[in-house]
């Protein structure tokens, strides 16, 4: 089978998009002084995640289990990411009188609480997620961590499907 691009290069590609993606995210906090919540504080640490498993697979030697493993992965972080971004686009959706309480701020849970009952925290009582602030195109920031999401889970799943079509 042919490919256009190495699979280094589809790594690297999705490491850059992942970046990008990120930078975007700095420059609107810095910016434009918008302060992340702490589902959009997840979604980052997400995105920084996966473009860490895109670098190693564009770095790593090539082995065909590596690449399975790296595409799976890819795969298991943009699932997560789209049920973080899903939770907050919900949150958003809802009336004022019916969303959550809000609650400290990420970093104070982690003071006071173990990592995974602050996970638990956040995703379950986030109010402050659920206020839009800022749109691009009459979409919220939400929505289009939700669309990012779902494109990097169709690229990992080419990925996935690539290697595992590819003779061995």
């Known amino acids: ?20 993606i990120l930078g975007s995210a700095y420059l609107l906090e810095y910016a434009k002084e918008l302060n992340p919540c702490p589902l959009c504080l997840l979604q980052r640490y997400m995105l920084w995640l996966l473009m860490f ?5 564009a770095i790593w030697p090539y082995r065909r289990k590596l690449r399975l493993l790296f595409s799976s992965l890819i795969l298991i972080g943009s699932v997560l990411g ?25 970093e104070r849970l982690l003071t006071f609480h173990s990592i995974p009952k602050a996970l638990q925290i956040v995703i379950s009582s986030s109010g402050e997620c ?12 939400a929505i289009w961590s939700l669309s990012v999401f779902t494109l990097l889970i169709f690229y990992g799943g080419i990925l996935f499907y690539l290697e595992k079509k590819r003779r061995k």
């Open 53 to 57: 498993v895109f670098v190693c697979g």
């Open 130 to 141: 659920g206020v839009v602030d800022y749109q691009i195109f009459g979409f919220s920031l």
């Open 82 to 106: 789209i049920l973080l971004a899903g939770r907050q686009v919900w949150l958003q959706s809802l009336p004022p009188d019916q969303i959550p309480p809000c609650t400290a701020g990420l």
């Open 1 to 20: 089978m042919y490919l256009a691009f190495s699979f280094r290069q589809l790594f690297a590609f999705g490491a850059l998009l992942c970046l990008s």
